[in-house]
C-alpha cells in the first residue's frame, strides 16, 4: 500500500505520517517512511535548494521537485512497493500542484500532469489531507519558516483551495481529516480509516 500525508506546513501531516508508520510497525507491517523533497541523497540536496536557497524562480522550483520525485519513485517508492512493503511518505505528487501549480499559478492540471509524467503515473493506494485553515497553520510555522512557508499571505489561500479541489476530484483517494484536533483522535480517525 502507497499512503501519502498532505496539508499546510504547520497542519500536522509529518507528526501523522510518523504515527502511522509507528503503529503499522509495531503491527509487524514492512513500512518504508520518507518524505518529500528528500528521502534520496539527490531528493536532499535539492531540498536544500528549494527550502533554504535564494530567490528559486516558480518554474525552477517547480522542475526541482519534479526532479526530486522522479528520483524518490525510481529510488525508493516503487522497489519498496515491489517487495511488498507499505510506504508512508510525507508530501507526494499533489504537494506540487497544490504549491506550485495553484499556489505559484502555474495551472494545478499542467503541474500535476507532469509529476504523474516524471513518475510513471504511480498514484498513491490512499492520500490523507490533514486540513487546517491558514490562520492556524501560520501561527503553528511561526517566523522561522523556510522559504515556501514565507510566501505571501495571497498564496495560501490558494494552495487550501487546490487541496480541496485535489479532494473532490479524487475521492476514491483522498480522506480528509480535521487537523485542528489532537494528534491521537487523528490518529486514530486515520488507522480505522485504512482498516
Not at 25 to 30: I, L
Not at 127 to 138: G, K, Q, R
Amino acid at each position: 500500500m502507497f499512503v501519502t500525508f498532505e496539508g499546510l506546513d504547520g497542519s500536522g501531516k509529518t507528526t501523522q505520517a510518523r504515527l502511522l508508520a509507528d503503529a503499522l510497525a509495531r503491527d509487524g507491517v514492512d513500512v518504508v517512511s520518507t518524505r518529500e523533497p528528500g528521502g534520496t541523497p539527490l531528493g536532499d540536496r535539492i531540498r536544500e535548494l528549494v527550502l533554504h536557497g535564494d530567490h528559486v524562480a516558480p518554474w525552477a522550483e517547480a522542475a526541482l521537485y519534479v526532479a526530486s520525485r522522479a528520483q524518490h519513485v525510481e529510488q525508493v517508492i516503487r522497489p519498496a512497493l515491489e517487495r511488498g512493503a507499505t510506504v508512508i511518505s510525507d508530501r507526494y505528487l499533489d504537494t506540487s500542484a497544490a504549491y506550485q501549480g495553484a499556489g505559484r499559478g502555474l495551472g494545478l492540471d499542467t503541474i500535476l500532469d507532469l509529476n504523474l509524467v516524471a513518475v510513471g503515473g504511480l498514484v498513491p493506494d490512499r492520500t490523507f489531507l490533514v486540513d487546517i485553515d491558514v490562520e492556524t497553520a501560520l501561527a503553528r510555522v511561526g517566523d522561522k519558516g523556510d522559504r515556501i512557508e514565507r510566501a505571501g499571505a495571497e498564496f495560501w489561500p490558494r494552495v487550501v483551495d487546490a487541496y480541496h479541489h485535489l479532494a473532490a476530484r479524487f475521492p476514491e483517494r483522498y480522506v480528509v481529516v480535521d487537523g485542528r484536533r489532537g494528534p491521537d483522535e487523528i490518529a486514530a480517525e486515520i488507522r480505522d480509516h485504512l482498516r
